[in-house]
């Protein structure tokens, strides 16, 4: 089933693995998609995903959390900005659960050298108020 993304950036399909937008490896399966995603990712052996920030249309803003199902050797998300009040690049691999702001944080996930990693991420837009 094709359906539109809820971040303007066009139709996904619900259900199927695809390549992930960076193209560096990963597989995403949206498994829902009105007034929030829910999507699952899979981060296979020399997966990553580089440093970017994930823009919305102007007056929303973008919310994530991300639950880590399974840990991999490597594949660490990483966040750059103001953090926690760290102003530099930052690794958060002791937790299993992480909110952030993907619209305004410049984040990325680290190469996975062993295992597989997998994370279920809900993620949702509100308008600016």
Same mark, same amino acid.
């Given at each position: ?30 498994l ?20 970017? $920030?994930?823009? &919305?249309? @102007? !007056? ?9 199902? +399974? %840990?991999a ?35 990325? $996930?680290?190469? &996975?050298? @062993? !295992? ?8 949702w837009? +509100? %308008?600016?108020?």
């Amino acid at each position: 089933m094709e359906v539109k993304d809820t971040y303007g950036r066009g139709a996904i399909k619900l259900f199927r693995w695809v390549n992930g937008r960076q193209g560096s490896g990963y597989k995403i399966m949206y498994l829902w998609n009105w007034k929030f995603d829910l999507v699952f990712i899979r981060y296979p052996v020399e997966s990553y995903i580089d440093w970017h $920030v994930d823009p &919305v249309p @102007k !007056g929303l803003e973008h919310h994530r959390v991300n639950i880590i199902l +399974r %840990k991999a050797e490597g594949g660490e998300f990483m966040v750059m900005g103001n953090w926690e009040g760290v102003k530099a690049p930052m690794t958060q691999p002791k937790r299993r659960v992480i909110y952030f702001r993907p619209d305004i944080v410049t984040h990325s $996930v680290s190469k &996975v050298t @062993k !295992g597989e990693r997998w994370v279920l991420s809900i993620g949702w837009v +509100r %308008k600016v108020k």
